[in-house]
């Protein structure tokens, strides 16, 4: 899987990178990070690559000649998705990470500022995307979590796993609550059917604590989740319960 990443700050990419298992993933050669610094692309003597707003206002835009500039400056395979990371984009989401994961790489544009040049958007095939309604800064931490959770479907980046279909969002539930030693901690028990080695009935219970999660935090999953008979009769006794 190939990232390139355009930025006015390689440095931020770089160390979180250095830092974490994608590290260890690049180092294996599963993941391939290409960090392009825009500001090298900038096409006059003082590296400009900022410019005020015509029409007036706050803030600085970027200039769009160092982006296409960046971009065309790339050796990409063909058919690899650009995201132009923006407040303005479609909501990043496990689906469409996995998407990404499926092709051969993706260009990420990161701007700062107020922004960029609307004829980026124009003038490049870009897909606009966010990672949530907040605002940063710019789009270097919006392209981390984007890498972060592309890579970690590439198969071999994270050790001996269960598959990532069975995790939360894939399977489209939260997921039931995680102990370990000691089984008593400052008063707090782990739960006895934990403990009883009953396999079967431990399932059970954690099916139905993923299931009662995600009805009280996140109900809006449910109506997306893939559940079976068994499921749909636990959700209608939560239902009753609430009502009574
Ligand atoms: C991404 C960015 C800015 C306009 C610009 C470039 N979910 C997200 N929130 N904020 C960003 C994002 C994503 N993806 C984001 C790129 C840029 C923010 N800014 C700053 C702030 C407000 N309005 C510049």
Known sequence: MRFYVLTLFPGILAGAVSESILGRAIHRELVELTLVDIRDFADNRHKVVDDYPYGGGPGMVMKPEPIFGALESLDTPPGVPILLLTPQGETFDQELARELSEGPGVVLICGRYEGIDERVREGLPVREVSVGDYVLTGGEFAALSIIDAVSRLVPGVLGEQRSPEEETFSRGLLEYPQYTRPAQFR??????????????????????????????????????????????????????????
């Open 187 to 244: 008063g707090m028990r782990v739960p006895d059917v934990l403990l009883s080695g009953n396999h079967a009935l431990i399932e059970r219970w954690r099916r139905e604590q993923s299931l009662l999660r995600t009805f009280l935090k996140r109900p809006d999953l449910l109506d997306r989740a893939h559940l079976d008979e068994d499921d749909l009769k636990f959700i209608e006794s939560l239902k009753k319960r609430k009502n009574a």
